[in-house]
């Protein structure tokens, strides 16, 4: 009797097979990476009753992250062009989760500002990577919705920071919250590198094989690997991106330090109230994240251009932020103001996704480098936005209003410099459409 073999099953192309496995690491990471971000900003107001800093000390532990993640984040970004992905993804995540630690086991100033400059050098190339790592592994039409979720996951962890972090701090202490975070860094940080294994290893060469018959067919485009990066030319074509995107990250840093201090001080709220209105308010971000990514590719797929697709929202997502924050000049009443900081940062959050899009098509050869030049422009903003908002409030006795006045002003620049952004011109998909086979078979 002859025995009836089932037909084959069409294979899925590589990149899908890939795309829920490296997309979930990555949203775990996000998380992760999130809390230890967030977590000096909760525990600011009892690391500041402890040892007596003003809100200049506090403003300055919060800039020492920022000024390490701007300085660092262009040249930890092309550093993991250079040794991989994976490789740059754990080497930076080290870095990042031993600070943390760190963090919990000093006690001055000064320490406390080291520690929180070495978190920050670890932190800077881990975005930029990650949107390398889904660059190679989610289709273009697809880009937007799968970094939008990422970010989304990050900002879910903001929302949520405030929850776990107080839970830790009333269950043990601040500096016994800092150690068991960075302990849970460290080990996923290692979890994740060995998971990805043979996939990531797949996914490079895929990438490298596609490129190869790209340029076979077409010699003018230069061949993988052998172009280094034009650095003037690159700052010329990211400067607007970058400026956009400082644009964005005052606004965003400002609500991730500030929120549980503007509650506690404004509101005269105790931890566990802060910890509640903070994460009511971050989660609109979380949405807006999400929202973002998926009305870029929308946009793409109803207008067929990137850069329109990319730029209309963030536009939109800066204008109705600015709007969103209008009822905070206007009424002190805390169900009202609470609802117009989660609008305001739902708004602003839009913008994000797109705003890492273009991070990776400013350059697709040198895509984690171009991102984080993209997005030193926000790191710069996380420097300058804690010691400004910190020194005005305390010049101005506790005066949230003028705080929240330059967060609109900075929003308002933010569609001038958008409108500059230029793309990369794309590259012809009928030769990459012709060598995805062979690209498959090299790498299988």
């Given amino acids: 009797m002859a025995v009836v073999q089932p037909e084959p099953q069409p294979e899925l192309p590589a990149n899908k097979r890939k795309t829920p496995l490296t997309l979930i690491l990555l949203c775990l990471m996000a998380f992760i990476m999130y809390v230890d971000r967030t977590n000096m900003s909760v525990a600011a107001p009892v690391i500041s009753k402890e040892l007596g800093f003003s809100n200049t000390h506090i403003g300055l532990i919060f800039s020492a992250f920022a000024v390490a993640y701007s300085v660092f984040m262009v040249p930890g970004g092309w550093h993991s062009d250079r040794i991989g992905a994976r490789k740059g993804m754990l080497v930076y995540g080290v870095i990042w989760s031993v600070a943390t630690i760190v963090t919990g086991l000093v006690g001055s100033f000064v320490a406390l500002v080291a520690a929180r400059f070495v978190v920050g050098i670890g932190e800077a190339p881990i975005y930029p990577t990650a949107a390398r790592m889904i660059g190679r592994a989610v289709p273009e039409e697809a880009r937007g919705t799968a970094l939008g979720t990422m970010h989304a996951v990050g900002r879910l962890a903001n929302a949520l920071a405030p929850l776990i972090v107080t839970s830790l701090i009333l269950a043990f202490s601040w500096r016994l919250t800092f150690i068991i975070l960075g302990g849970v860094t460290l080990v996923y940080m290692f979890v994740m590198y060995f998971t990805l294994g043979d996939s990531h290893k797949r996914a490079a060469a895929e990438e490298a094989a596609l490129a190869a018959a790209a340029h076979a067919s077409n010699p003018s485009q230069p061949r993988p690997g ?85 730029r209309d929202v963030i536009i939109f997502g800066f204008l109705a932020s600015m709007l969103g924050l209008i009822p905070l000049l206007l009424t002190h009443n805390l169900v009202v103001c609470a609802g117009s900081l989660g609008f305001a940062f739902f708004c602003s959050e839009i913008a994000d996704s797109p705003l890492w899009v273009i991070g990776t098509e400013v350059s697709r050869e040198h895509s984690a480098t171009s991102a984080a030049c993209t997005f030193t422009g926000m790191a710069l903003a996380g420097a300058a936005s804690p010691v400004v908002v910190g020194f005005v409030l305390d010049l101005s006795h506790g005066n949230w209003l003028v705080a929240f006045g330059a967060s609109m002003l900075v929003l308002l620049l933010g569609p001038l410099f958008a409108l500059r952004i230029r793309l990369e011109p794309e590259a012809p998909k009928k030769e990459a459409e012709l060598a995805l086979p062979a690209a498959r078979a090299s790498s299988s």
């Fill in 226 to 310: 052998a172009t280094p990066v034009d650095w003037p030319d690159m700052i010329r074509r990211v400067w607007p991106a970058a400026a956009t995107c400082f644009c964005h990250g005052w606004v965003l840093w400002f609500f991730l330090n500030w929120m549980p201090s503007f509650f506690a001080q404004r509101y005269g709220m105790k931890l566990g109230h802060t910890a509640i209105f903070s994460t009511l308010v971050l989660l609109g971000g979380m949405a807006g994240t999400a929202v973002g990514g998926m009305l870029c590719d929308w946009h793409y797929r109803r207008t067929g251009d990137r850069l329109r697709s990319r």
